[in-house]
C-alpha cells in the first residue's frame, strides 16, 4: 500500500516571496516517481514538477523547486517569487506500479 | 495539440439513476485513468486501462462502477443505480506508455451530484 501525507492545509504567502509545502509519503516500491499537481478553481490538474526516485539532484522548474529526501520520505515543494496566478491547491502524489496516489492537498493562497 | 477532454462537465441526476461519464484521451496515449475526487480531498484512483483492457480496476468502490474503453482511445465510466454519496468530481487522465510513473494529463473532470 501507497500513502501520501500533506499536513499543512492551508498556507498564505505574500506576492514575490517564498512558501514551502510539505510531503511525507511511504512505499514498499523500489521504483517510484514523485509529483506535485496545481489545481485552479477550474478544477484541472496541472503537472508543476516530477522527480524520479533514483535520481537524487532534486528537481526544478523555472519558480518551482523540490527538495527530495529519500531516506525520510520527504518530498516538499518549494515556489520562489509568488505569483498571483499560483493560487490553487497542490497536491504531492507518489506513482509506483499502475497507481498515482495522491495526498489530501495544500491550499496556496498568494495575497498581493 | 488538444488535452484531455471529459463530458459532461457537470451532470445533475436523482438517487437511483444511471449515469454515463465520457473521457477523450490525448489522441496516441495507450494509457487512460480514472480518479474520484470527493470535496476537499485529493483525487482517489478508480481504474487504469492499457488499450482497450482494464490492467487495474482495483479502485472501483463497488460493482455499480464499470467502465469500458472499447477501440483503445475513449472511455465510459458507467455507474448504475446511483447514491448520494457518489457525488463527486470524477477525473480522466492520459499518458503515454504503461504504468502510473508516466507523467498523466488530467481533464476538467465532471462534477456528479446526486440529489
Known amino acids: 500500500a501507497q500513502t501520501v501525507t500533506q499536513s499543512q492545509p492551508e498556507m498564505s504567502v505574500q506576492e514575490a516571496e517564498t512558501v514551502t509545502l510539505s510531503c511525507t509519503y511511504d512505499t514498499s516500491e523500489s521504483n517510484y516517481y514523485l509529483f506535485w499537481y496545481k489545481q485552479p478553481p477550474s478544477r484541472q490538474m496541472i503537472l508543476v514538477i516530477r522527480q524520479e526516485a533514483y535520481k537524487q539532484q532534486n528537481a526544478t522548474e523555472n519558480r518551482f523547486s523540490v527538495n527530495f529526501q529519500k531516506a525520510a520520505k520527504s518530498f516538499s515543494l518549494k515556489i520562489s517569487d509568488s505569483q498571483l496566478g499560483d493560487t490553487a491547491m497542490y497536491f504531492c502524489?507518489?506513482?509506483?506500479?499502475?497507481?498515482?496516489?495522491f495526498g489530501g492537498g495544500t491550499r496556496v493562497l498568494v495575497k498581493p | 495539440g488538444a488535452g484531455v477532454s471529459q463530458t459532461p462537465s457537470n451532470k445533475v441526476t436523482e438517487k437511483g439513476k444511471y449515469v454515463e461519464l465520457r473521457c477523450d484521451p490525448i489522441?496516441?496515449?495507450?494509457?487512460l485513468y480514472w480518479y474520484r475526487q470527493s470535496l476537499g480531498q485529493g483525487p482517489e484512483f478508480l481504474i487504469y486501462f492499457q488499450g482497450t483492457g482494464a490492467a487495474d480496476d482495483s479502485g472501483l468502490p463497488n460493482d455499480r462502477f464499470f467502465a469500458v474503453r472499447p477501440e483503445g482511445s475513449v472511455s465510459t465510466l458507467k455507474i448504475q443505480r446511483t447514491e448520494r454519496g457518489d457525488s463527486a468530481v470524477y477525473l480522466c487522465a492520459s499518458s503515454q506508455g504503461r504504468g502510473a510513473v508516466e507523467t498523466q494529463y488530467f481533464g476538467p473532470g465532471t462534477r456528479l451530484l446526486v440529489l
Open positions: 502524489a507518489l506513482a509506483a506500479g499502475n497507481k498515482l496516489t
Open positions: 489522441s496516441g496515449h495507450t494509457a
